[in-house]
């Protein structure tokens, strides 16, 4: 995968959790979800970091995804179905920053670790 790509997905992950607060995405019990169940910011759900790189026929409600559901288009299609090392770790910064200031601050330390941009255009 290339660096642009990686940054490409970077970029759909920090402007979804920056949308919605940096606040996990976890079900009831606290396992991290693609897509969330009972969270939403102006009515919209709120999803984990993977999750803001999916499109719609991927998503599911609890734990993972369904990479079959992913297009053969889809420019993250091979990260999203072989989740190389760069997207576990994006995924851990997500699932171990408890508050959303440890989440803001583990996915900047990502990015510098990766050699990524922080998005300063995101739109809400």
Known sequence: ???SEQQMAFNAAWRGLKWQGFERCTSPG???QTEGVSKTVEGRVIHCAVGWMLP????QRGPGFNAKGIPMDHPLKEALTYYPDWLRD???AHDTGETPA???HKLRAYAKKHNLKIPTDWKG
Do not use: D, F, H, V
């Open 1 to 3: 995968m290339s660096l």
């Open 30 to 32: 606290g396992l991290c």
């Open 56 to 59: 719609p026929e991927a998503q």
């Open 90 to 92: 994006l995924q851990i």
């Open 102 to 104: 440890q989440m803001e």
